[in-house]
């Protein structure tokens, strides 16, 4: 049977106009999809109608995929290719897949011979990479570590010795509200010559970027809030 493709959307990492961070030939594809797979449709729809869309959304077809999505309910999305007919991903923020669950649609696609198309647009985890001065030869995405205390600055630890073992830089993020907490720990626990970079709102008018020894964070910590946040740390 003829299939689409899969056009993975990237979308802006806040209240930007989608304009000032796709390329023009990722906004040209939009008007040529009419489903859509999304972590959440409220914020597609939006992203969407700002996008050029506007006047249009009422006859798009959007699907979610997200953290509440059973396993059984991926296998019947390979069915919105039939026909040859295309289909977007759309992530809350930035890249979909990455750190998202939408890449189960794409494990899904390449499992059924589904042609995927990733396009350009912003990343968080490379924006704070970029704008850290760690090491960006090597690198690891860690993603979340875990909420509760102990089992933080357990992970944290494990973090910094391999770090220090591999001179790797080691990305995380965290839930918002937790922020602050995870950058106390990070101070505490790290040696105090560990170099944690903390890259909060990014492409936002109040963006925080800032590299520091862990000593220094101790001394003089700062509130994050709940702005989406990346953490970097380099032993």
């Not at 796709?22 to 939009?30: E, G, K, R, S």
Request: charged share 20%; with cysteine.
């Amino acid at each position: 049977m003829n299939k689409g493709k899969l056009y993975l959307i990237p979308s802006p990492l806040g209240d930007n106009d989608p304009a000032e961070v796709l390329p023009a030939p990722v906004l040209d594809i939009l008007p040529t999809l009419d489903c859509f797979v999304v972590e959440e449709v409220r914020t597609a729809r939006r992203f969407l109608s700002r996008a050029g869309l506007k006047g249009h959304i009422e006859g798009l077809e959007f699907h979610e995929l997200n953290e509440h999505t059973a396993p059984a309910e991926i296998a019947p999305l390979g069915r919105l290719f039939d026909g040859g007919r295309n289909v977007g991903l759309i992530s809350e923020a930035g890249l979909p897949a990455v750190a998202d669950p939408g890449a189960q649609l794409v494990a899904l696609c390449h499992r059924e011979g589904i042609e995927v198309v990733p396009l350009v647009g912003p990343s968080s985890l490379m924006l704070a990479l970029m704008a850290s001065g760690l090491n960006g030869q090597s690198f690891a995405f860690a993603g979340y570590i875990p909420a509760k205390t102990e089992e933080r600055r357990a992970a944290i630890r494990r973090l910094e010795k391999r770090s220090a073992a591999e001179h790797q830089t080691q990305i995380i993020i965290e839930t918002p509200y937790r922020n602050d907490a995870l950058l106390a720990d990070l101070a505490a626990t790290c040696s105090g010559k560990t170099l944690i970079t903390v890259a909060a709102n990014l492409m936002q008018p109040d963006a925080f970027i800032r590299t520091l020894p862990a000593a220094r964070w101790k001394e003089h910590p700062v509130t994050i809030g709940k702005r989406p946040c990346v953490f970097l740390l380099l032993a």
